[in-house]
């Protein structure tokens, strides 16, 4: 209220919703529930309780139209300021679905890896409905890794610094130096996955392209 008296005395005109607004420090702009005590984006639970109906009739009925499915999508994507990147991560199956369509009004069979993406978001949207407007300052955990044609190696000095290393299957030997890079990720952290529970995990990777992948996906169902 010391604003606003300044702001009047300066000859200012003010719009007393919004100032209300400040003085709360938390409150609803452009769909979103802005708290800047917390330093979160949230999505009001109007626009939850919208989007839950439409994930568990899709559940249900194992069917949809591509039309439902483009609007599911698009709900998601456009809450991600209050989900945080999973929002794009984790509707990428959705995004095959819809790319294949053959037209809008098409009735798509729901298949079991977009119906487990399906049942994520209708689990889970309350749980991850808060994303902090500032990153944590450090990270609980931080694992390197790396990759190279024959083998995948990795290490943790926040847990106690033992190394990781495995040879590549032949399989793995002929694929690509980014599905390598990604393999090596994923094995470093299967190998210490009961120290990483609960905690923030920072990974560091030579590899940009996987970097990129492990935090939004990728077009390619492989990597």
Avoid at 158 to 163: H, K, Q, W
Wanted: charged share 15%; net charge positive.
């Amino acid at each position: 209220m010391i604003q606003g008296k300044d702001l009047l005395a300066s000859g200012f005109v003010i719009n007393e919703q919004k100032l209300r607004w400040t003085s709360r420090q938390s409150g609803e702009w452009l769909g979103f529930i802005i708290n800047t005590i917390k330093m979160q984006f949230q999505v009001p639970q109007t626009k939850v309780a919208k989007l839950k109906p439409q994930l568990n009739a899709a559940i249900q009925d194992c069917f949809i139209t591509i039309r439902k499915l483009a609007k599911i999508a698009g709900f998601v994507n456009s809450m991600s300021l209050a989900v945080g990147p999973i929002s794009r991560l984790l509707t990428r199956q959705m995004y095959f679905a819809i790319e294949s369509r053959s037209g809008w009004d098409h009735l798509l069979c729901i298949s079991g890896s977009l119906l487990q993406k399906l049942k994520f978001w209708y689990i889970n949207i309350d749980c991850f409905n808060s994303y902090s407007i500032r990153a944590p300052l450090v990270s609980s955990i931080v694992v390197f890794t790396d990759a190279s044609d024959v083998a995948f190696g990795g290490f943790s000095a926040s847990i106690d610094g033992s190394p990781v290393s495995g040879m590549w299957q032949p399989g793995d030997l002929c694929t690509s130096s980014t599905y390598r890079e990604l393999k090596a990720i994923y094995f470093v952290l299967l190998s210490f996955i009961d120290k990483l529970q609960n905690k923030n995990v920072k990974i560091f990777t030579d590899s940009q392209s996987a970097a990129r992948i492990v935090l939004v996906g990728s077009s390619k169902p492989h990597l």
